[in-house]
C-alpha cells in the first residue's frame, strides 16, 4: 500500500515500538496529560493485555497506535514506517488497510444480517477472506443470516469480531471487547481473539478491567497516570477457557 511499507512488522519484528509518546488534550483553558512519555516494543503476532485504572491513557495510547488520533510528541513506528510523520491520507490507508477495532459495544448496522454487516469490509478491503470465512472463524456461520437483533451480546460481539478480522488486518485493536458481556460469552469472545492470532498471525491488543484477562497475554503492560509503569511477560500464556473472570 501507499507510503507504508509493512517491511519489519512480519513475523520475528516489531509491529509497532514508541519512543516518548505524549499527548495533551486542551480544552479551553484546561490541558489534560494522558500520555506522558510512552516508550514501547510490541512485536509482531504476540496478544498484548493493557491494564490500569480509569483516566490512565490506556484508550488514548490504542487510538494513537490505530491511526485514529495523533500524538503531540514522541515517535511512533509501524514495522519501519514512522506512523507520526505521515500525512492525513496516508494514515488513513494504513487504518484502513492494517487496523482492524474491536469496541465495547458492536456497533454493527441493525438492518444488515450478520453475513452483510461483515461484508461491509470483504467488499472495500484489499485482499479479504470471505465473509462466511471470517464467520466460521468466529463460530458463527450457522447464523450468517440473523439479524443483530436476533444474536445475544456474545454473538453480537463475535460478529464484530468476524467484521474486525476479515479485512485480514496485521493488528486488531480492542477497547474492553468484553465488558458489556458475562463471563461464558466474555471467553467465547476471547476465543475468537485468541483464534485470529494463532491462525492469522495477527498481533492482539486488549484494554479491559478485567485483569483475569491477562492470563491469556504474551504481555502485560500496567498502566499509570498517563505512563506505562509496568511490563510483565507471561512464559505461558493461558487459554481464554481457563481464565478466572
Ligand atoms: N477527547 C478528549 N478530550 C479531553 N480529554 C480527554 C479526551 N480523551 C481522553 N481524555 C482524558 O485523557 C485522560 C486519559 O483518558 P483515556 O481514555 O486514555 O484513559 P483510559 O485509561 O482508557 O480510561 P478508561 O479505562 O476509563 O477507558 C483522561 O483524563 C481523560 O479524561
Known amino acids: 500500500m501507499g507510503r507504508v511499507s509493512t517491511a519489519g512488522a512480519g513475523a520475528g519484528g516489531l509491529a509497532f515500538s514508541a519512543e516518548g509518546l505524549g499527548k495533551v488534550y486542551k480544552t479551553g483553558d484546561t490541558e489534560v496529560r494522558a500520555l506522558r512519555g510512552v516508550d514501547l516494543a510490541i512485536p509482531t503476532g504476540e496478544i498484548l493485555v493493557l491494564l490500569g485504572p480509569s483516566g490512565s491513557g490506556k484508550s488514548t495510547l490504542l487510538n494513537i497506535i490505530g491511526g485514529l488520533d495523533r500524538p503531540t510528541s514522541g515517535k511512533l513506528h509501524y514495522g519501519e514506517t514512522e506512523l507520526t510523520c505521515l500525512n492525513d491520507a496516508d494514515l488513513t490507508?494504513?487504518?484502513r488497510d492494517h487496523v482492524g477495532f474491536i469496541f465495547q459495544f458492536y456497533?454493527?448496522?441493525?438492518?444488515?444480517?450478520?453475513?452483510?454487516?461483515?461484508r461491509l469490509v470483504t467488499?472495500?478491503?484489499?485482499?479479504?477472506?470471505?465473509?462466511?470465512?471470517?464467520?466460521?472463524?468466529?463460530?458463527l456461520l450457522d447464523r450468517r443470516d440473523h439479524y443483530p437483533a436476533q444474536l445475544s451480546g456474545g454473538e453480537q460481539q463475535r460478529v464484530a469480531v468476524a467484521r474486525a478480522i476479515a479485512k485480514r488486518p496485521s493488528v486488531l485493536l480492542c477497547d474492553e471487547p468484553?465488558?458489556?458481556?458475562?463471563?461464558?460469552?466474555?471467553?467465547?469472545?476471547l476465543e475468537a481473539l485468541a483464534q485470529a492470532n494463532r491462525e492469522l498471525g495477527t498481533t492482539v491488543v486488549i484494554i479491559t478491567h478485567n485483569a483475569g484477562i491477562a492470563a491469556m497475554a504474551d504481555r502485560v503492560f500496567r498502566f499509570l497516570?498517563?505512563?506505562?509503569?509496568?511490563i510483565e511477560v507471561n512464559a505461558q500464556p493461558a487459554q481464554p477457557s481457563a481464565i478466572s473472570w
Open 93 to 95: 490507508r494504513f487504518r
Open 107 to 118: 456497533n454493527l448496522i441493525p438492518s444488515l444480517t450478520a453475513e452483510e454487516n461483515v
Open 123 to 139: 467488499d472495500i478491503a484489499v485482499d479479504p477472506m470471505p465473509a462466511a470465512d471470517a464467520l466460521a472463524l468466529v463460530g
Open 178 to 189: 468484553t465488558g458489556a458481556l458475562d463471563s461464558a460469552t466474555g471467553i467465547r469472545v
Open 225 to 230: 497516570d498517563g505512563r506505562i509503569a509496568r
